[in-house]
């Protein structure tokens, strides 16, 4: 834990154990929809809905990704609550890295994702 931290630290960019203890928290909460389950994507541990990724956790960076519309992915890293999300260096431009520890963040950012994975399988449909 970072020094003089309790929980969560949002001054740590990396967020270590607190980062990954909150990643699984908050994606706990949203396995009460039996559509959504863990799995991994490129090595990561992810959450997906009906098969769509909408979630991810970069254990080098301790960031939350989650997969939203690119205009909203572009606001994020614009107001410096993110980052472009650029494994082995190719950007994912509907993925957002957001490195600070922030619960409140976190949680709202997750939900947006849900939202943006339905609407997705919604369009198929």
Same mark, same amino acid.
């Given at each position: 834990m970072a020094r003089g931290?309790? +929980?969560?630290?949002?001054?740590?960019?990396?967020g270590g154990d607190d980062a990954r203890d909150l990643y699984d928290d908050l994606t706990d909460?949203?396995?009460?929809?039996?559509?959504? +389950?863990r799995a991994t994507m490129m090595g990561y541990p992810c959450v997906r809905l009906a098969g769509r990724f909408l979630a991810?956790?970069?254990?080098?960076?301790?960031?939350?990704?989650?997969?939203?519309?690119?205009?909203r992915v572009l606001s994020l890293i614009a107001?410096?609550? +993110?980052?472009? #999300? &650029?494994p082995?260096?190719?950007v994912f431009r509907e993925w957002v890295a957001?490195?600070?520890v922030d619960r409140a963040l976190w949680?709202?950012?997750? &939900?947006e994702a849900v939202d #943006?994975?339905?609407?997705?399988? &919604?369009?198929?449909a």
């Open positions: 931290s309790k +929980g969560t630290s949002p001054s740590d960019a990396s909460d949203l396995l009460y929809d039996p559509a959504i +389950g991810s956790y970069d254990d080098k960076l301790g960031s939350l990704v989650v997969k939203l519309p690119r205009e107001s410096g609550d +993110g980052e472009p #999300f &650029a082995a260096g190719r957001v490195p600070r949680e709202a950012l997750l &939900a #943006f994975a339905r609407k997705g399988i &919604a369009e198929q």
